[in-house]
């Protein structure tokens, strides 16, 4: 329906643009070769000026069109909530359901939880980790997700005598999940973990902030999400496409 509101609109702004240009280009040969013409021909154009009514029409329509194209959301929810979890992801959304955080659909629910105290900042980097510039998720975690994270970094640090791993992706609302499915065909049709902000990922090709595989301090990263894992704080997957470790942190 847009799409042909669309076509219609644009339709009538190139009829527009040409009846105004012939036109113009009308009065300017008359006005210089034939006066009298000029004249009658001129009054006709005059009454042509329910043309004009067009214009602010056709523009009207086609803001509208643009602005209801905004108020869409990208994501179909309950085609959504239709996906179906493999098992080895229904324990991560089990334990997100579980801190009382609702899915996030775009920047106001962040918004609205940061506001209440909820969600807090993740610090660009800390003993044993950095944060990645995120380009398709956002800085916030829950108290209890943050303090782990903040756990496995220094954990980390202090296995590996001062190493540090790098986290690639945060907090992600459905709509940054559009964007990211854009560029990322795996990146998930449903419900992600992510969408509650008791998860992130973990890098393994990334330590010390440059890019290059390390299996030293890819196991030694495993060995601490394990540790965190046997203790009943965390589940983990290893996501071999993304080359991350997806963590969700538990409401221990
Ligand atoms: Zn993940």
Excluded: W
């Excluded at 210089?32 to 004009?52: E, G, H």
């Excluded at 998720?137 to 296995?159: D, H, N, P, Q, W």
Aim: net charge positive.
């Amino acid at each position: 329906m847009i799409v042909i509101n669309y076509i219609i609109n644009f339709n009538y702004n190139i009829i527009c643009i040409h009846k105004i240009l012939c036109l113009f280009i009308k009065l300017i040969s008359l006005a210089t070769t034939k006066p009298v013409i000029f004249a009658f021909k001129f009054s006709k154009i005059v009454c042509m000026r329910k043309f004009l009514y067009i214009i602010p029409l056709a523009f009207h329509q086609l803001v509208y069109s643009q602005a209801s194209k905004k108020a869409v959301p990208c994501y179909d929810f309950t085609e959504v909530l239709k996906v179906e979890p493999t098992p080895l992801y229904k324990p991560h959304l089990d334990a997100s359901r579980s801190f009382n955080v609702n899915i996030l659909k775009n920047t106001s629910q962040v918004q609205k939880y940061i506001n209440k105290g909820k969600f807090h900042t993740v610090k660009k980097s800390g003993k044993g980790y950095k944060v990645q510039k995120l380009d398709y998720s956002r800085a916030y975690l829950v108290s209890k997700a943050k303090i782990t994270l903040e756990k496995i970094g220094s954990r980390f640090s202090k296995e590996t005598k001062g190493h540090n791993f790098t986290v690639s992706s945060i907090t992600r609302t459905l709509e940054d999940q559009c964007r990211l499915r854009k560029v990322n065909a795996n990146a998930s049709l449903g419900i992600s973990s992510h969408n509650y902000g008791n998860s992130f990922d973990i890098s393994y090709v990334r330590f010390n902030n440059k890019l290059k595989t390390n299996p030293k301090l890819e196991v030694a990263l495993e060995k601490v999400l394990k540790y965190y894992a046997n203790a009943g704080r965390i589940y983990y997957i290893k996501e071999r496409q993304q080359s991350c470790f997806h963590v969700t942190v538990r409401n221990y």
